[in-house]
């Protein structure tokens, strides 16, 4: 899977969960200052993402997280590891 398809289900996961548009979602955005998402909504992005795509992401990895592109570096790394 490409960094572009992990991209677009991160951003279709934010715009169905947090209800923002999907032009305001860009790779650099910040998960709480531009998208408003809190740390529960973030565990419940990466619980979607565990589903969707097969992985396991644990809890003490969600410090790292602050952009979508953080988001999606992070699945990158787990379906690299995981296949």
Partial sequence: MKEQEIYE????ILVKRMGVSASAI?????L????GA???ELVDLMM???EI???RIENSELSDVE???DVVNL???KRNVTV
């Fill in 38 to 40: 809190d740390s529960l």
């Fill in 9 to 12: 289900i991160v951003k279709g």
């Fill in 53 to 55: 795509l097969g992985i």
């Fill in 67 to 69: 952009t979508v592109r």
């Fill in 75 to 77: 699945v990158e790394n």
């Fill in 48 to 50: 979607d993402l565990e």
């Fill in 26 to 30: 860009l790779p650099q955005s910040s």
């Fill in 32 to 35: 709480t200052e531009d998208i």
